[in-house]
């Protein structure tokens, strides 16, 4: 495991826009520009350190310095250290150009499948600061700590879905529902469905060590199977021609984190009906 956090240069080159110093000249007036490096050096300050770096792309010319962008941060001290296999993370999203609020979501690192996984924002502290106000980066340093807090609830969950047993069926299930979250079903002018992809291909496992019936290993093979993409499936159009087509790996911030929030709600009604 890396146990280095990333260098500015190596942040820059993977997500440009936090070092953003003025947002896109499009913003309304009425934004308050809340720069992601000033945050990122706060919590710097207080221990932290960036292990992942992204950003969004755009088609529009002059807003990729600017554009939404996230970044994975641990504690370097006690709070940061690996508890049985899972590291606990802040997960900071911010954006320049207008496009939302700057969010702290609770995260946690799976070592094994170098899994990144977002708490939901419904059951864990979820810290939103609209670009507006005074003082905003000391709320922002707060709201991070907030975030930090429950760190222990969020290895207390896996912990406890650790511990519920799927069988086969309930695993399929899963992960059909898990397959609706991201492939809408496309269908023909008569309701049948053109889009032919087979959900229990979300269960494959990549490592002989995932090859459990738990809740919490489930949820991180579904999860790893639809932000990397590369599954198998057939198209079949309205005039019935089959094409063979590959599943695309998520490459929009905004969409990993919202798949990602919406398996930990999927997981967490999982638990509450096996209970």
């Given amino acids: 495991m890396n146990y280095t956090a990333m260098t500015h240069d190596q942040i820059k080159q993977a997500a440009p826009s936090v070092f953003a110093s003025r947002p896109f000249h499009e913003v309304s007036e009425k934004y308050a520009f809340i720069p992601t490096i000033r945050i990122l050096e706060g919590l710097e300050r207080e221990g932290f350190g960036v292990f992942k770096a992204r950003q969004s792309n755009t088609r529009i010319e002059g807003k990729k310095p600017f554009v939404k962008h996230a970044l994975r941060l641990r504690h370097l001290g006690d709070m940061g250290k690996e508890v049985g296999g ?3 993370e802040i997960a900071l999203g911010n954006d320049h150009a207008g496009g939302g609020a700057l969010v702290f979501d609770a995260g946690i690192f799976e070592v094994l499948c170098q899994n990144g996984l977002v708490a939901a924002k419904e059951k864990f502290a979820n810290i939103r600061i609209r670009h507006q106000g005074d003082d905003i980066i000391n709320r922002v340093i707060e ?5 930090v807090q429950d760190f222990g609830r969020v290895i207390e969950v896996r912990d406890h879905w650790k511990s519920i047993r799927l069988d086969h069926d309930e695993k399929l299930a899963f992960a059909s529902a898990a397959h609706v979250l991201k492939w809408k079903p496309t269908l ?24 459990k019936d738990d809740l919490w ?18 198209m079949e159009n309205k005039n019935g021609k089959v094409r063979k087509m590959t599943t695309r790996g998520i490459k929009s911030v ?15 009604k999982m638990a509450e009906l096996k209970a």
Avoid at 143 to 147: D, K, L, N, Y
Avoid at 254 to 268: C, E
């Fill in 86 to 88: 899972s590291v606990p």
């Fill in 143 to 147: 709201g991070a700590f907030q975030v």
């Fill in 188 to 211: 023909d002018e008569e309701g049948n469905e053109l889009h032919k992809f087979d959900s229990e291909k979300l269960l494959m496992v990549r490592r002989p060590e995932e090859l």
């Fill in 217 to 234: 290993t489930t949820f991180n093979v579904v999860q790893e199977n639809m932000i990397k993409g590369g599954l198998d499936y057939v």
């Fill in 254 to 268: 905004a969409d990993d984190n919202r798949v990602n929030q919406a398996l930990w709600l999927l997981a967490d």
